[in-house]
Every structure is written in C-alpha cells, then in structure tokens.
C-alpha cells in the first residue's frame, strides 16, 4: 500500500494494461495496489460496501486528505453520497447531503474529468456549507457505464502538495474505469436479491391463503357451530370471543396476504392490479395518493407494460419531486387506454429532458409506449409539479 501523500512520478502510473483488460502490475507497487483493488471489488456483490472500497483506494492512491463518491439519483442529486477524511462530528454539522451544488452537481450532469488547484477560483463554485472543512486542491473523475454516470469520484487537499498531478488523474481514471463494472454487477445482483425476496413474498402470500387462512376460517366456523349446543351464558360468552377474534386475525391475515402478494394484471386487469399498487404504495411513503379507474379492460400485455410506466411514473414522483400529492387516472375506453400520473412536486426543467431522461426513466416508459403504439407526454416546470400521460391504443 502506498503512503498518503507520496508523490506519483509519471513512470509509475504508465502502466500496460493486458489485451483482457486486466492490470498489469510490472512490480510497481502502486499499480501493485491497484490490481488489488480490482479484485477486491470483483469479489463484491453490493452496492454500498464497492463503493467504499473505490473511495477508500481513490483516496489512498491519489494522497488526498478527503475524498468522497456519490452515486446520482436521476434528478441531478445523489441516492448515496459517501465521505471519508471528515469524522463524524463535523459530517453532522455539515447537514444534508449535497443536491446539485457547485461541481458536484455539474459532474453529474458533464460527465469530465476536473483537475483545479484550487477549487473555490472555478466559475462553477458556488459555497462550502456551513461547517464545511475548507478545500482547495480538486480532483473530480467521473465513474461512466453505458454512456451514463453510475458514480462519481471526489478528492480534494492533495497531501503534501498544491495540487493533483497527472499521474494521480491518470491512476484514478484508470480505476474508474474498472470501477464501473463492479458498480454496475453490485446493482445488478441487489436487483436480482429484490426479485427475490418478491418471489419469496409471493410463495409466502401463497401458504399463507392456502393453510392458515383456511384455519382461521374453519376455526371461526367451529365457534360458530358449538354456540348451537350449549346453553350457558358464560360458554356462549366465551365463544363469541373466540369467533370475534377468529374474525378478526382473518381480516388482518388476508390484508397481509394482499399485500404480500404482487399484483396479477391478468387474473385482477389492470384497474385493480393498479389500485392494489398505489394502496401499498401510500402504505409505504407518507404522501397522500389517489386513483380513479374509469371503464374496464382486459388486454394482456399491454395492461403488463401500461402497469410498468404507471410504476415508473409513481415511483419519480415520490422519489424525486418530493409532492404533497399524487393522483393516478385511468380511463379505459374500447379504443383508447389513457393513462395519467400527476404530483404537485417540485417539477424540472424541461429543456434537460433530453440530457435527463434516460436516468429518470423517461426513455424506458417511451420506449414503452412506442412498442404498444401509444405516445408518452411529459408536462412539468420547475416548481410546477409533473403529469406524464401515457395513451395507447386499445386492442393492440
């Protein structure tokens, strides 16, 4: 492992890379240290303790004093934002994570690497928040998968020196871009853990109705059948509590089993599945939400694709927008299937839709709605709140 703050010479950050596209280390010990975190974070499989381990080797490889990786939640802001260099105390007076502050934000939105010796003199500098350690020197290196920015590195007060060199740009370039596939197999294997634990949930939802929910009922029905052989007060008293309770656990084990249990477009259409959803949903978050279904409808695949831009739509709003409401419309007519999610949230600018969408999802939901030959429209401003209306045809 290097020491912090060891100047790199250019001849030890030339390093060959083989035709497989692993490291090669050649002896050097910092390309050495690099190998070893390539394979630290092959052997990972989630998302928070990869990131850590590339903010701790960035940190490390670059001598910087403080360092930090955010990973951005499609609305310019970060879903995770990680430190290290500032303890506890001060991370606390510092307050709420970053949004789209100064290079942070435009890292995201620019991908490119920034070098500056002094962060404060850049033009896209806005302020350090209260509490905040002054930083000068600045290193900021995107982490890039796809074409889209899974994560960003931030490394500020290069020890022992003015500025980052070169060599530590090009060494840390270099473990982004290694970086990236271990930070996109970690997000792919929490998703697969998510599909899961909602099979899981279903096969549970499943015995739950098939054995203990025929308990109760039978067990309701026992207390009902010997009120009609016994004539004691006291007896009958304490059947009727035993059926009022029986009754009781029913209903609260079927409401478990509901929600529970995902929701089935075909067997339910697409009305109910999306009531059963947005009912969970309103359990879950602490936003007031409403459905109106109008009409009805069975038409298989679509009501399965139309139920996924609906999940999309809802779940921008409560993530992103931070709305004291959402309303989700359904009307289905013979030949149309509208759609309309609407929230009173904080809107974006629609000019960067095109700079945005792909990471808010808007170009899934498109694609979506061009592949059942419908249309997508988003209205929304900042401070406006957003409706994303989705129409299809009915039938196709």
Same mark, same amino acid.
């Given at each position: 492992?290097?020491?912090?703050?060891?100047?790199?010479?250019?001849?030890?950050?030339?390093?060959?890379?083989?035709?497989?596209?692993?490291?090669?280390?050649?002896?050097?010990?910092?390309?050495?240290?690099?190998?070893?975190?390539?394979?630290?974070?092959?052997?990972?499989?989630?998302?928070? /303790?990869?990131? +850590? #381990?590339? @903010?701790?080797?960035?940190?490390?490889?670059? &001598?910087?004093?403080? %360092? =930090?990786?955010?990973?951005?939640?499609?609305?310019?802001?970060?879903?995770?934002?990680?430190?290290?260099?500032?303890?506890?105390?001060?991370?606390?007076?510092?307050?709420?994570?970053?949004?789209?502050?100064?290079?942070?934000?435009?890292?995201?939105?620019?991908?490119?690497?920034?070098?500056?010796?002094?962060?404060?003199?850049?033009?896209?500098?806005?302020?350090?928040?209260?509490?905040? /350690?002054?930083? +000068? #020197?600045? @290193?900021?290196?995107?982490?890039?998968?796809? &074409?889209?920015?899974? %994560? =960003?590195?931030?490394?500020?007060?290069?020890?022992?020196?003015?500025?980052?060199?070169?060599?530590?740009?090009?060494?840390?370039?270099?473990?982004?871009?290694?970086?990236?596939?271990?930070?996109?197999?970690?997000?792919?294997?929490?998703?697969?853990?998510?599909?899961?634990?909602?099979?899981?949930?279903?096969?549970?939802?499943?015995?739950?109705?098939?054995?203990?929910?025929?308990?109760?009922?039978?067990?309701?029905?026992?207390?009902?059948?010997?009120?009609?052989?016994?004539?004691?007060?006291?007896?009958?008293?304490?059947?009727?509590?035993?059926?009022?309770?029986?009754?009781?656990?029913?209903?609260?084990?079927?409401?478990?089993?509901?929600?529970?249990?995902?929701?089935?477009?075909?067997?339910?259409?697409?009305?109910?599945?999306?009531?059963?959803?947005?009912?969970?949903?309103?359990?879950?978050?602490?936003?007031?939400?409403?459905?109106?279904?109008?009409?009805?409808?069975?038409?298989?695949?679509?009501?399965?694709?139309?139920?996924?831009?609906?999940?999309?739509?809802?779940?921008?709003?409560?993530?992103?927008?931070?709305?004291?409401?959402?309303?989700?419309?359904?009307?289905?007519?013979?030949?149309?299937?509208?759609?309309?999610?609407?929230?009173?949230?904080?809107?974006?600018?629609?000019?960067?839709?095109?700079?945005?969408?792909?990471?808010?999802?808007?170009?899934?939901?498109?694609?979506?709605?061009?592949?059942?030959?419908?249309?997508?429209?988003?209205?929304?401003?900042?401070?406006?709140?957003?409706?994303?209306?989705?129409?299809?045809?009915?039938?196709?």
């Amino acid at each position: 492992m290097i020491r912090m703050g060891r100047r790199l010479s250019r001849n030890e950050v030339s390093c060959r890379e083989r035709n497989d596209g692993e490291v090669s280390d050649d002896g050097d010990p910092t390309l050495r240290r690099l190998l070893d975190v390539v394979l630290e974070l092959g052997a990972q499989r989630r998302s928070e /303790p990869v990131l +850590r #381990s590339i @903010l701790d080797a960035a940190r490390d490889l670059a &001598g910087a004093r403080y %360092a =930090a990786i955010g990973v951005p939640d499609g609305d310019g802001g970060f879903a995770l934002f990680l430190t290290a260099g500032v303890d506890a105390a001060t991370y606390d007076r510092i307050g709420a994570l970053p949004r789209t502050h100064g290079l942070l934000g435009t890292l995201l939105a620019e991908p490119s690497v920034v070098n500056l010796a002094d962060i404060r003199a850049d033009p896209r500098f806005q302020y350090y928040p209260h509490a905040h /350690p002054q930083m +000068r #020197s600045f @290193l900021g290196v995107p982490i890039m998968a796809g &074409g889209e920015v899974v %994560a =960003a590195l931030y490394l500020t007060e290069k020890v022992g020196a003015a500025t980052f060199t070169d060599a530590d740009r090009q060494l840390i370039e270099m473990l982004a871009s290694h970086a990236a596939l271990a930070v996109v197999n970690a997000q792919r294997h929490e998703r697969l853990r998510e599909l899961s634990i909602i099979e899981e949930r279903t096969r549970i939802a499943r015995d739950l109705h098939d054995s203990v929910t025929q308990t109760m009922f039978s067990l309701t029905l026992a207390a009902e059948s010997a009120r009609t052989v016994t004539t004691d007060p006291e007896t009958l008293q304490h059947l009727d509590r035993v059926r009022d309770l029986s009754n009781d656990a029913l209903g609260e084990l079927r409401n478990l089993v509901e929600a529970l249990r995902p929701p089935d477009v075909e067997r339910e259409g697409l009305g109910a599945a999306l009531r059963k959803r947005v009912a969970l949903l309103r359990s879950v978050h602490n936003v007031p939400m409403e459905v109106e279904v109008w009409g009805r409808g069975r038409d298989g695949l679509a009501d399965r694709e139309i139920l996924k831009v609906a999940n999309e739509a809802i779940g921008n709003a409560l993530a992103h927008a931070e709305p004291d409401q959402v309303v989700v419309h359904l009307d289905q007519t013979p030949g149309l299937i509208r759609l309309r999610v609407r929230d009173d949230g904080r809107g974006f600018d629609p000019v960067a839709v095109a700079r945005t969408s792909r990471r808010l999802g808007l170009t899934s939901m498109r694609e979506r709605a061009a592949a059942l030959g419908g249309t997508l429209r988003v209205d929304t401003a900042p401070g406006a709140g957003t409706t994303v209306t989705l129409e299809v045809p009915a039938g196709r």
